[in-house]
């Protein structure tokens, strides 16, 4: 392999770690998004309980 191969594929693997870290990222984002909206409605039920 010449210089030129190895520098496209470290180019290649980091562009992809970007890629899954940012989605990674998302997940995380997402995950606790929702884990609010849960305790928003758990608090709204034991609030408004008869």
Same mark, same amino acid.
Do not use: C, P
């Given at each position: 392999?010449?210089? *030129? ?18 989605? #990674? ?10 884990? &609010?909206?849960?305790?928003? #409605?758990?608090?709204? *039920? #034991?609030? &408004? *309980?008869?």
């Amino acid at each position: 392999m010449t210089e *030129a191969d190895d520098s496209g594929a470290e180019q290649r693997r980091l562009a992809l770690e970007k890629k899954r870290e940012r989605i #990674v990222w998302y997940y995380l984002g997402y995950f606790l998004f929702g884990i &609010h909206i849960v305790a928003f #409605v758990m608090i709204y *039920a #034991v609030t &408004h *309980a008869k």
